[in-house]
């Protein structure tokens, strides 16, 4: 083959490779899934896959994720429909990802042609697998653990075909739930030394008081100073 003709067939190959994300504004970076729209509200933020929750009480995923990520917390409502805006998923009528923290029935978010064919629950990873191809991410809103239709909603689902807000008579830690967390974007490297400086020296001060000023690292210093002293 021809130069020209292989760096052509690469391209199309490219171009095709890429092409379920090319109306998504969700980027994925190893176990980050980031917003990347400045007209998003969220533009930037990072969610995080949903193997840090999986299965765990809110507690524990907390505290799995800020193992890694240490400003990592539970995204808002309003993170649900930013991370569905940058998904490229359209809603079928009024209710959005946040209304699955609302009151009301179990209803479907979006179908068809409007849904994403279960792109976002891959990007996010699986929760439930109730066989081949039909895996689930089921992300918990509301814990209210009460399936009347006049209580909160308690979850989001994101099947491969459809995204629905739901009841469920159950709650976490529940081996096909889990949670949607984020991690703000880190501060700049500057405001970072600014910020361990500072808690150096919180830390130091606490250190001093709490111990014997003998035991200072300035001892030496002293010493060096008065010998004799
Ligand atoms: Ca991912
Ligand atoms: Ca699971
Ligand atoms: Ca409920």
């Not at 993170?79 to 009024?94: R, T, V």
Request: hydrophobic residues 40%.
């Amino acid at each position: 083959m021809k130069k020209p003709c292989l760096l052509g067939s690469m391209c199309v190959g490219a171009f095709f490779a890429f092409m379920p994300l090319a109306h998504s504004a969700l980027v994925e970076v190893g176990d980050l899934n980031i917003i990347n729209d400045a007209g998003n509200p969220s533009d930037g933020l990072r969610y995080l896959d949903m193997t840090y929750s999986d299965g765990l009480t809110q507690a524990a995923a907390l505290a799995n994720a800020q193992a890694t990520y240490a400003n990592a917390r539970l995204a808002t409502a309003s993170e649900f429909d930013d991370l569905f805006a940058a998904s490229a998923i359209m809603y079928d009528g009024a209710l959005t990802a946040s209304d699955g923290f609302l009151i009301g029935a179990s209803a479907f978010l979006s179908t068809g042609m409007k849904y994403d064919a279960g792109a976002l629950r891959s990007v996010l990873g699986h929760t439930q697998v109730q066989g081949p191809g039909n895996e689930s991410t089921n992300i918990w809103t509301i814990p209210d653990s009460n399936d009347s239709t006049t209580t909160t909603r308690d979850f989001v689902r994101l099947s491969p075909i459809t995204a629905s807000a739901n009841q469920f008579g159950s709650s976490p830690p529940h081996a096909d739930l889990g949670w949607l967390i984020v991690t703000p974007v880190p501060l700049p490297s500057a405001m970072l030394l600014f910020g361990s400086g500072l808690l150096g020296l919180v830390g130091w001060r606490w250190w001093s008081t709490k111990t014997n000023v003998t035991h200072s690292p300035y001892r030496w210093f002293t010493r060096a100073s008065c010998p004799h002293g």
